[in-house]
C-alpha cells in the first residue's frame, strides 16, 4: 500500500496566516495611536475650556461680587474694556447678592433669574482671550441660588429676610471679643452670603468645546 504525501500549497498557506495575523496586529497598533491621539485632543480642547470656566470663577466670585455688593460699581457700569456685557439689569443682580432666591426683586423674569440654563440667560458674559491664533473664550455666569446662612430668629420681622449678614466693609468674618479688638467693642460673628455660581465657558467659534463648572461660593 502506498501513501501519496502531497504538501504543495501548505508553505503558501502558513505564509498567508502569518501575513494576515501581522496585518491585523498593524492595523490594531494604529486603531490604537489614532483613537489616544484624539482622545488626547479631546481632552486637550476641554482642560482648555476648563481652565477659561475657572477664570469665570475667579472673575465673579473675586472681582464682581465685591465690587457690586460693597458699592465700589455696578455690574452694568463694568465694562472691563468691552469684554464684560450684562445681561441682567443691576436691580436684579443685586437683589440676587442680598436675598434669598425665593425672594428676588426687580428681575424681568424670575423663572429665567433662576433658570440653570447659563448660556441662554446669563446674569453676565465675559470674553476671555486665547493664544493666538486660536478663537477666544465666551464666558456665561450666573448666580443661580441665594443661600439663606441666618438663624431663623436673625431677621424677626424684616422680609424679605437676607440670606447672610456679611459686612461689606473689609471686617473679620468670624467675629471678634472685646479682648482681640483695640476699640473694646464685641464685633458679633457673621454669616456669609453663600451662592450657587455656575459658569459656561466655550470656543466662541466651536461651541462643542466648553465645559460647565458649577460652585458654591461664600462672601
Not at 482648555?48 to 472681582?63: L, P, R, S, V
Request: with cysteine; glycine share 8%.
Amino acid at each position: 500500500m502506498k501513501y501519496l504525501k502531497n504538501e504543495k500549497g501548505i508553505a503558501l498557506i502558513t505564509a498567508l496566516l502569518i501575513t494576515l495575523v501581522l496585518l491585523a496586529i498593524v492595523l490594531t497598533v494604529i486603531y490604537l495611536i489614532t483613537q489616544g491621539t484624539i482622545i488626547s485632543g479631546f481632552q486637550k480642547k476641554y482642560q482648555t475650556a476648563h481652565d477659561a470656566a475657572y477664570g469665570g470663577i475667579d472673575i465673579t466670585a473675586k472681582d464682581l461680587i465685591p465690587k457690586v455688593i460693597t458699592g465700589m460699581g455696578t455690574l452694568g457700569s463694568m465694562t472691563y474694556g468691552g469684554r464684560l456685557t450684562a445681561a441682567v439689569g443691576d436691580s436684579c443682580f443685586n437683589s440676587k447678592l442680598t436675598i434669598p432666591t425665593a425672594n428676588w426683586t426687580g428681575c424681568t423674569s424670575l423663572a429665567d433669574a433662576r433658570d440653570a440654563d447659563v448660556k441662554n440667560h446669563p446674569d453676565f458674559t465675559f470674553t476671555l482671550s486665547s493664544i493666538a491664533p486660536q478663537p477666544n473664550f465666551a464666558v456665561y455666569a450666573k448666580i443661580v441660588e441665594t443661600l439663606p446662612n441666618l438663624p431663623a430668629t436673625y431677621c424677626g420681622s424684616v422680609s424679605p429676610c437676607p440670606a447672610g449678614n456679611s459686612s461689606r466693609s473689609p471686617v473679620i468674618l468670624e467675629g471678634e471679643a472685646v479682648a482681640a479688638n483695640n476699640t473694646g467693642m464685641n464685633t458679633p460673628q457673621h454669616f456669609p452670603f453663600l451662592y450657587r455660581i455656575d459658569i459656561q465657558a466655550e470656543r466662541q467659534t466651536n461651541p462643542d468645546e466648553r465645559a460647565n463648572i458649577t460652585s458654591v461660593y461664600a462672601y
